[in-house]
Nanobody
Framework: QVQVVESGGGSVQAGGSLRLACTSS?????????MGWFRHAPGKEREGVAAINQAGGSPIYGDSVKGRFTIYRGNAKNTVYLDMNSLQPDDTAMYYCADDFCVLKSLYFDIDAWDYWGQGTQVTASS
């Protein structure tokens, strides 16, 4: 059974930074899996933030976070981090980590392409 766990959320002032961490355990498909970050703000749809292939390759980012957020693999298997800089109030949301077989890169932000999700960690940026 795959279990995905996020950590590192919190509250910052606008312009601040946070680092989120995600660990996926119980998966047997490493390194054929991708791991990604999504976020869900009240009144908005869940949107893709960043995703990365465990076997290598360039990560992808949502347009609203390009140049501010960085996703990268940790040294431990099935661990990814999300460095978030220059946080703005619009970044306030529950952030979720997801894990599954890699699909076409064009589908990385398709929510239906991911089977395994964490419980989420809250990120709040206030002005």
């Amino acid at each position: 059974q795959v279990q995905v766990v996020e950590s590192g959320g919190g509250s910052v002032q606008a312009g601040g930074s946070l680092r989120l961490a995600c660990t996926s355990s119980g998966s047997t498909i490493y390194p054929l899996n991708c791991m990604g970050w999504f976020r869900h703000a009240p009144g908005k749809e869940r949107e893709g933030v960043a995703a990365i292939n465990q076997a290598g390759g360039s990560p992808i980012y949502g347009d609203s976070v390009k140049g501010r957020f960085t996703i990268y693999r940790g040294n431990a298997k099935n661990t990814v981090y999300l460095d978030m800089n220059s946080l703005q109030p619009d970044d306030t949301a529950m952030y979720y980590c997801a894990d599954d077989f890699c699909v076409l890169k064009s589908l990385y932000f398709d929510i239906d392409a991911w089977d395994y999700w964490g419980q989420g960690t809250q990120v709040t940026a206030s002005s």
